[in-house]
């Protein structure tokens, strides 16, 4: 579904994706993970176009899209929740759902035609506290309401594929459980994902695969469990505390 090739993106002089290349299927859930710093944002902001890369090629659902505006790429069907999920905070639940569900729509047809529809009613089926909420502003709802928000935006224009960055950043643990079983039902209603993330434990539990990046490249793609049992990369690309640390897929396992 998604190819990526050779990518270098730049801030200025500032070269910071240096050859990523990966890839991700069709109806899965794919994790790009790595430290502070790696390139993970610039990534999710060149797929989208709106920092392009200077050379390597992204191929989308067979178009290439490196160069295209990102209002074309959101047309062919990419949604991106940006890191620190920008909603409109004066605006209302519902208003702020209004507004994104106005996206130009694809025609109808083609390889995402038998992907689930997102009305708004199926949206909000899938975020009851939403539903309940829909007349508060934006900016009296918790971060992890916030959160379920900027996805149920990113829903509502029928992405074929979900672009998440560090959609768990600063929340707490028990929110952060919420979104990994938001990831885990829309993946089940055939959406695909790209998930941007620090906390790889988390990360692993929702994941059908994983990249690992550093210094603006990939350099360690796996399963999420063999990625789990490898010490060496969890410790020095992770972050994750040498052995000791409860597993977090001991309970699917
Ligand atoms: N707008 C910008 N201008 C210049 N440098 C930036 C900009 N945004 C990010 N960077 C730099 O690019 C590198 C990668 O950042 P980023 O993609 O945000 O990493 P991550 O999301 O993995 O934390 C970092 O060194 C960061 O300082
Ligand atoms: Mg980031």
């Not at 829909?134 to 992890?144: A, F, I, K, P, Q």
């Amino acid at each position: 579904m998604l190819t990526v090739t050779d990518l270098h993106t730049y801030y200025g002089e500032s070269h910071v994706l240096q050859g990523l290349s990966l890839t991700a299927a069709d109806g899965t859930v794919t994790a790009v993970l790595g430290r502070n710093g790696v390139g993970k944002t610039t990534l999710c902001r060149s797929l989208l176009g709106l920092t392009p890369a200077r050379a390597g090629r992204i191929v989308f659902h067979g178009t290439d899209i490196t160069r295209l505006p990102p209002y074309r790429i959101h047309e062919l069907g990419i949604s991106l929740v940006p890191q620190g999920r920008r909603i409109f905070p004066s605006l209302t639940v519902r208003e702020n759902l209004a507004i994104a569900a106005r996206a130009p729509k694809r025609p109808a047809g083609g390889a995402g035609a038998s992907r689930a529809v997102w009305d708004l009613q199926r949206v909000l089926s899938i975020f009851p506290r939403l539903a309940e909420r829909g007349g508060h502003r934006g900016n009296e709802l918790s971060g992890g309401e916030q959160q379920m928000l900027a996805i149920a935006r990113a829903l509502v224009a029928e992405p074929r594929l979900l672009v998440l960055d560090e959609p768990t950043e600063g929340l707490a643990p028990v929110l952060v459980a919420e979104v990994a079983g938001v990831i885990r039902r829309l993946r089940e209603e055939g959406t695909s994902i790209l998930l941007a993330e620090q906390n790889a434990a988390f990360a692993v539990k929702v994941a059908d695969y994983a990249h690992v990046m550093s210094k603006g490249r990939v350099v360690h793609s796996t399963d999420p469990v063999a990625l789990w049992n490898n010490e060496e990369v969890k410790t020095q690309l992770l972050g994750v505390p040498p052995s000791g640390a409860a597993s977090p897929l001991r309970r699917e396992l």
